[in-house]
């Protein structure tokens, strides 16, 4: 018997036809939104060259990466806590949590930023006493607590929690229920349970959207220059309003956005990675060829 | 002999389906219990009971001298809080039809993840132990693979060595073997036979009658939330007295 393997397959291989087509296509817009932006007198290159890296940008950007750290923490710290609080058996935290997450999602974020930066017009003073005795434990004017970026700070991460809270929910309610059976079953408290077992299977489903979160608020953080927030749009503002550079400074604001953005992107990946271990990779080809 | 299980009218519904209609039933220690009986007879509710997964509704239950789920003072039962429930159920091992392992955890990470956050014991010893119970399955070679990367049959081996780290009075099987191609099967049932051989009190919900016949003191045969017939395995498969378990038997068997 002879065992001849068969010769490989020489097929005429599938024309993609549409490739061209879309390549063409989008070749031609391109070229022509380009030469209309570069063809504009405004634009000035050169002036965003030389903005581009000037100190009160730097500056800017540097409190703008400092809001989306701060407000992230804060608000996904929060978002776990009022996910938990939401899932529990406890009606009192229940409640509290759905009314949190309901006027902080029901209110525009633009809304509440300006409300944070006008505190002080709705309560002159922040005092804190302890109930029942009169005995002030913190007492300031409200205009000395809210000071630099703490009424942006605010702002942003009680909003962010609101919003963390719903994506943690869901990342929680996605894990088996037969993984908290088994927790139990080896003698885990619901803490623990929660802890070691639930939120590290929820962060699979948590990680793309917050990683959508962090890039939403790193370009959030520009409403706060309603309240002179000291960001990269508040230095940007400052200055076009006084030399009226205004297309090529909001170039460069917008040049520093991207490329801020474009490193979440790739940070995103790696973290998403990371928490799909003992997952299968889900690669594949896309939906159209 | 002392009962590690002693049931005495154990009831249980879910709103207005009563699935247990008063369990009588004891399992002495070092022996293997398993239970028969058709799909939504109520063995694995009853079995869930017994480690407090589910409440029961009426009766009493006891594991080892202490009520499930409640403490007696005077003749007024308190319930117990949830760490008061975590706390006895470390002595019970329990092992479910789709294993539930922790799909983030290695199988290593699955058997240490209980001794280390629940007994506190040393990572090390902990560790050393695990291993120990990974090669007693036969899984020493996989000790760093996640579950996604094992067969059926080799992940619930891991869940029983994962059961086994709490050092179990009593293990609890749900249908251990009914997730698994039918060529997976007999290596989980070697590792229940040898830890029935090794005296471990056994509860097993299972459809597997030659393990039944092999393996169990007594066999107790369910259907619609009653103890039909329970003995020995030579009486209650052999020479069955009623007509539910004789009708049951001929599908099965």
């Known amino acids: 018997m002879t065992t001849d393997t068969p010769p490989p397959i020489k097929a005429v291989p599938v024309r993609h036809h549409g490739r061209w087509i879309a390549a063409a296509v989008v070749l031609l817009l391109a070229y022509q939104v380009g030469s209309a932006l570069l063809s504009s007198p405004n634009l000035e290159p050169h002036t965003i060259g030389e903005y581009l890296f000037k100190d009160f940008v730097l500056e800017g950007v540097r409190t703008t990466l400092l809001l989306t750290v701060i407000a992230m923490l804060l608000g996904t710290a929060g978002g776990v806590l009022l996910a938990v609080m939401r899932l529990s058996a406890n009606p009192v935290l229940r409640v509290s949590a759905a009314a949190f997450v309901w006027f902080f999602r029901g209110t525009p974020l633009l809304v509440q930023i300006v409300f944070f930066g006008f505190l002080g017009a709705l309560l002159p003073r922040l005092t804190i006493t302890i109930p029942f005795t009169g005995i002030a434990v913190f007492d300031q004017p409200t205009n000395a607590v809210m000071v630099g970026i703490v009424p942006a700070v605010l702002a942003l991460s009680l909003n962010e929690m609101a919003y963390a809270a719903e994506i943690v929910r869901a990342g929680i309610l996605a894990v088996d229920k037969g993984q908290t059976e088994a927790a139990h079953a080896l003698g885990m408290k619901p803490g623990l349970t929660m802890r070691r077992i639930i939120l590290p299977q929820a962060m699979r489903v948590i990680a793309p959207p917050m990683g959508n979160e962090v890039i939403t608020m790193l370009k959030s953080t520009a409403l706060v220059s309603v309240i002179a927030g000291r960001d990269l749009m508040t230095a940007v503002q400052t200055v076009y309003a006084q030399n009226y550079k205004v297309i090529p400074l909001l170039a460069v604001a917008a040049i520093w956005y991207l490329a801020l953005v474009s490193v979440l992107s790739v940070v995103q990946w790696f973290v998403e990675r990371r928490f799909g271990r003992g997952h299968r990779a889900t690669s594949g080809g896309g939906m159209f060829r | ?253």
């Open chain 2, 1 to 253: 002999m002392t009962a590690m299980i002693k049931a005495e009218g154990v009831r249980k519904s879910f709103g207005q389906l009563e699935v247990l209609s008063g369990i009588d039933l004891q399992v002495d220690k070092g022996q293997v219990c398993c239970l028969l009986g058709p799909s939504g007879s109520g063995k694995s509710t009853f079995l869930r009971c017994v480690n407090h997964l589910e409440t029961v509704t009426a009766g009493r239950l006891w594991v080892d001298g202490d009520l499930v789920g409640y403490r007696q003072r005077g003749d007024r039962l308190h319930e117990l809080r949830e760490s008061e429930v975590a706390e006895r159920r470390r002595d019970i091992g329990m092992v479910f039809q789709r294993f539930n392992l922790f799909p983030h955890l290695t199988a290593l990470g699955n058997v240490v993840e209980a001794p280390v956050h629940v007994l506190r014991e040393p990572k090390a010893a902990a560790r050393q132990r695990a291993l120990d119970l990974l090669d007693r399955v036969g899984l020493a070679d996989k000790a760093d693979a996640y579950p996604a990367m094992l067969s059926g049959g080799q992940q619930q081996r891991v869940a029983i060595a994962r059961a086994l780290a709490m050092r179990p009075k009593l293990m609890l099987f749900d249908e251990p073997t009914s997730a698994l191609d039918p060529e997976l099967v007999g290596e989980v049932l070697d590792v229940m036979r040898g830890l029935a051989a090794d005296g471990m009190t056994m509860l097993v919900v299972t459809h597997e009658m030659g393990f039944a016949r092999e393996v169990a003191d007594t066999v107790v045969f369910m259907d619609g939330g009653v103890v039909v017939e329970a003995g020995t395995p030579e009486q209650v498969l052999g020479d069955p007295r009623h007509d539910r378990t004789r009708a049951f038997l001929a599908k099965v068997l």
